[in-house]
């Protein structure tokens, strides 16, 4: 039985290794030289924020400073605010360049992100812009002055609809250091980003933080309404786009950054929290494959090895000692991708039994319904109350 369990074990990661769509390389990056164009298209940004005083500045500044040389605008969407949001985006950037808006009240179905970012759409259209494309960022990111130019670039050369960053995440804090590559190891472990750009696989994803999209495109898919519901808002975007015959291209950056900051373990417990059930579709089943996966691949090799001295099984501790070499050296990448030593990819099944932990208390979060709950709104699912995007501030 032991010996079983180590080859299934093994054979995860002979899988996860060599024909994961090399997920675990971190290959997929922006050009940093962009070639030059004739005439640069309009882009509109459209950033929706809500309680952000913290970061909102650098944000907005950092987007008022974009080298382009084509159209551009800013719309910051003020969702609700009480920390002064609004006034801080104002005075970091000229009103020639950023429009500032207050959303209406939260309808009925949506999320409060996504219906923000609806109404930076309207307003965009009130104003009389017609860009070509649109650039929702988060309010906590800092981009470099050729983000957007390296975007377009992208979208162009390469006949791509869509265009996303998943942005450097703050990684400088105990906790931060611990989770916070392992949260972009899985996620490039659940959404393979060259299967999310190959145009002949079904995987579609995108990250929230930055995402760059043909107007024309967005419009093609239905808008933003089909997903209104969706708490993870921006993978829903990049199924749809796909599924309505658009490109996808989903990369890792080397200069946007996420200002926020994880001090402690708390924020991180309640960022996983908030989706991991919503990732599971709220299926118990789905809940229980996914926690006996994660102690078969993650926890099960460094446990053959720890135990050997009991277990005397020389074999099933050498299979332990192949599968955590693999998960060991597939890590490494993205953990010197945030400037970290790579001894620190041994701890990556500590990572895992701690995200085990949150996917578990996301589920009874849900099942108590405090679900999904982010900046004073819940959210749940079909079957819950409160409903899909029927949430209370």
């Known amino acids: 039985m032991l010996e079983l369990v180590a080859a299934i ?41 809500r309680n952000e005083a913290a970061g909102i500045e ?36 000229a009103p020639e360049r950023l429009s500032v808006m207050s959303a209406s009240p939260l309808a009925e179905g949506w999320t409060g992100k996504l219906w923000a970012m609806q109404a930076g759409l309207t307003r965009a259209a009130s104003d009389g812009l017609s860009p070509i494309y649109f650039w929702f960022t988060d309010a906590d990111i800092v981009h470099p002055p050729e983000t957007l130019s390296r975007l377009v670039g992208k979208s162009i050369h390469r006949h791509r609809d869509l265009v996303s960053l998943m942005v450097k995440l703050h990684c400088r804090h105990t906790w931060e250091r611990l989770l916070i590559p392992a949260f972009v190891y899985f996620f490039q472990m659940l959404y393979p980003f060259r299967a999310a750009n190959d145009d002949s696989s079904r995987i579609a994803a995108a990250a929230g933080g930055c995402i ?41 950056s080397d200069g946007s950054a996420s200002v926020r900051e994880a001090i402690g373990l708390a924020p991180l417990w309640a960022m996983v929290r908030r989706t991991a059930f919503t990732q599971l579709k709220y299926s118990t089943p789905l809940l229980a494959g996914t926690v006996l996966g994660l102690v078969l691949i993650f926890f099960v090799p460094a446990l053959l090895i720890a135990a050997w001295p ?80 029927n949430s209370r501030r």
Not at 31 to 41: C, F, K, L, N
Not at 61 to 73: E, K, N, P, T
């Open 212 to 252: 760059l999209i043909k107007r024309e495109t967005l419009l093609a898919a239905g808008g933003l309404a089909p997903i209104r519901g969706e708490i993870i808002d921006d993978c829903a975007l990049a199924r749809i786009v796909k599924r309505a015959g658009g490109r996808l291209w989903l990369g890792l």
């Open 58 to 93: 650098a944000c907005i500044r950092s987007l008022a400073a974009q080298r382009y040389d084509g159209s551009f605008r800013v719309i910051l969407v003020d969702d609700g605010s009480t920390d002064g949001t609004a006034d801080l985006a104002r005075s970091a950037a």
């Open 310 to 389: 009991w277990h005397g099984d020389s074999g099933a501790a050498l299979t332990g000692v192949l599968a955590l070499l693999l998960m060991t050296l597939s890590y490494i990448p993205t953990v010197r991708d945030y400037g970290l030593a790579p001894w620190r990819a041994v701890l990556l099944p500590a990572a895992a039994a701690l995200y085990a932990a949150m996917t578990v208390a996301s589920a009874v979060a849900h099942w108590r319904r405090r679900g999904g709950a982010w900046k004073g709104r819940t959210y749940g699912d079909p079957g819950g109350d409160p409903g899909p995007g």
């Open 9 to 49: 074990s093994l054979a995860a990661w002979l899988y996860l290794f060599f024909a994961h769509h090399g997920f675990w390389h971190a290959d997929q990056r922006l050009p940093r030289d962009t070639r030059p164009m004739s005439a640069w298209p309009s882009v509109v940004a459209i950033v929706p924020a």
